[in-house]
C-alpha cells in the first residue's frame, strides 16, 4: 500500500484497500486467509514524519495448539505506524510493516475452543471427537 506525500493534504487523507494474503505476502505456515484483508489508514504528515492510524480486519484459518484442527478466526487488529521521511522521498509503502504487525498479532499458541480437550499423550487420538479408550501408562 503505497501512499505519495504530494497527496497527504494538511488535514490528513484516509485510505481503503481491500487485498489478499498473496497481496500482503503472508505466511502460510502461520496463517491462511479465509477472506480479503480490509485495510483503513489514516495519514497523516507531522514535520520529518508519516503517520499511520492502522485498523486490518479479515478472517483466518489456524490450527489449534491442542488438537491441530483447524479453525477460523475474525480479528481486527489497530496500530499505529511512524515512517521517518527525508527530503527526496516520494511515497512510504506500508505493506511490509502491515505484514509484521499482523503476524505479530498472530496468538502463539492459538485453541479452536477453550474447552477443547486435544489430543490423547499415547495413542493420539482428538479427545473432542471420541473418548480415548487406551489406557493410561505410567
Given at each position: 500500500m503505497k501512499i505519495y506525500l504530494?497527496?497527504?493534504?494538511?488535514?490528513?487523507?484516509?485510505?481503503?484497500?481491500?487485498?489478499?494474503?498473496?497481496?500482503?505476502?503472508?505466511?502460510?505456515?502461520?496463517?491462511?486467509?479465509?477472506?480479503?484483508?480490509?485495510?483503513?489508514?489514516?495519514?497523516?504528515?507531522?514535520?520529518?514524519?508519516?503517520?499511520?492510524?492502522?485498523?486490518?480486519?479479515?478472517?483466518?484459518?489456524?490450527?489449534?495448539?491442542?488438537?491441530?484442527?483447524?479453525f477460523d478466526i475474525e480479528k481486527t487488529d489497530r496500530f499505529k505506524l511512524v515512517f521517518d521521511i527525508e527530503p527526496q522521498t516520494e511515497f512510504i509503502d506500508l505493506t511490509d510493516d502491515i505484514r509484521e504487525e499482523l503476524i505479530i498479532a498472530m496468538p502463539v499458541k492459538s485453541v479452536c475452543d477453550s474447552a477443547c480437550k486435544g489430543l490423547c499423550p499415547h495413542c493420539g487420538g482428538n479427545l473432542n471427537l471420541d473418548q480415548c479408550t487406551c489406557k493410561s501408562r505410567d
Open positions: 504530494k497527496q497527504i493534504p494538511p488535514d490528513g487523507t484516509d485510505r481503503h484497500e481491500v487485498v489478499s494474503c498473496e497481496d500482503l505476502d503472508l505466511p502460510q505456515d502461520i496463517m491462511t486467509c479465509v477472506s480479503p484483508i480490509v485495510i483503513d489508514v489514516h495519514v497523516q504528515r507531522a514535520g520529518d514524519e508519516v503517520l499511520a492510524d492502522c485498523e486490518v480486519s479479515g478472517k483466518y484459518r489456524l490450527a489449534c495448539s491442542r488438537c491441530i484442527e483447524e
